[in-house]
């Protein structure tokens, strides 16, 4: 009696048939794939190997990966291969048209964001919310650092006030994609109130003010950068008033004037979503505003002067934010050429103090430093305040900031135990 065969064999018989006339069909086209994938990837290798390497990126504004040290520490402990890692990420060639196409690939997927950027409605493109633990570990430094400063202010008898920033995701949480996690944006300002609570420091969040103004239809945020946009920096100029002690002037005072029409931001950038349109940068300009000298210090010298207070030859670069003061250098100091007899506010800060700095020059004259930068090779912070004498401290910091590095530590230098 003859074995009955099994409909599986007979078709896994029939493919291999199959696979093996056309095989000599197939093999070029084989063959032609392998060659050129592998061309890529070493034309990409040695291009990563021996292309000029980028120590920033204008586009993102930010501080591009190097190629690391080696070291038998960094090895055991991982941050070598971390570090390969990122350098790697940061220099591969060609890379804003491979984020471009997978920001396509991932929104043909429906998965409404890329490279840590959501894409939110009405254009914007909001940088996600990442916490980790490393998140909180310097985080909780920062805040150590800015209770032992505020002390040593305090036996000094100078007032010191703090002010946190908040964040796109937090602000413009009506643009955000329907089912994206609320509670991502909630957890850090959580964690900040039980450090600061713990540590008996006061804070002053911007985060309701702005908020509103979003809701109310205000545009306080760009919609391709991580920044507040001017009307943003008013909303905070009137919400710090109380804590500085000044009469804020109505927005009538001002005159909006349209200084680029091809703004794109940090955000834009990272996200690789290359056809989202340009927006509008303006500036909230006031009477008497040209009458200040905006310097650049280096070394306790004053390397560069702006006359006023907006750097308008960087609105023919790809940083246009750094229209504000020149960008986001570490030591700057604002004074007027005009007024006499005006308190000085010390203001240790990041970049969205760029923006809001002119309407404060109205009421202060500012010395703006920037601790994320600042070398101990110039002194310490502690130093400088008692050489400028302030009236008041203002620290003014992102919350992305806060968590991002333990920048605040330089503080310290200087305070004792």
Known sequence: MPRKENEAD?????YRSLEARLTCRTRPAHLSLIILSALLLVSLGLGLCFLPHEEFSPEENRMLATLPEPSLDALIDGSLTRGLSDFCADQFPLRATFVAAKAGAELALFKQEN??????????LIKRANISEATYTALAQNVTAIRRFSNALTECGIPFDVAVVPR?????????PPLYPKSDATAVWERLQEECTAQGVTYQSLTEPLRASAEAGESVWFKTDHHWTPRGAYEAYLALADTLGYVPYPLSDFTEETVSQAFFGTTYASAG?????????????YEGDGDFVTEIIEGGKAVRSIEGLYDRDA???HDKYSVFL????????IRSTTATERPTLFLIKDSYAQSLSPFLARHFDLILLDPRTFKTASGTVSALITEYAPDRVLLLYGIDTLCDSSSLRILMLGLGQ
Do not use: C, F
């Not at 007979?10 to 029939?14: G, I, Q, S, V």
């Not at 490279?115 to 914007?124: E, R, S, T, W």
């Not at 979503?273 to 300009?285: D, F, K, V, Y």
């Open 10 to 14: 007979r078709a896994a018989a029939h």
């Open 115 to 124: 490279n840590g950027v959501l894409y939110g409605q009405d254009g914007y």
């Open 168 to 176: 796109s995701v937090d602000v413009n949480a009506a643009k955000l």
């Open 273 to 285: 979503m290359r056809w989202t349109p340009a927006e509008t940068l303006s500036l909230l300009r």
């Open 315 to 317: 609105l023919a670069t």
């Open 326 to 333: 020149g960008g986001t250098n570490t030591h700057i100091r």
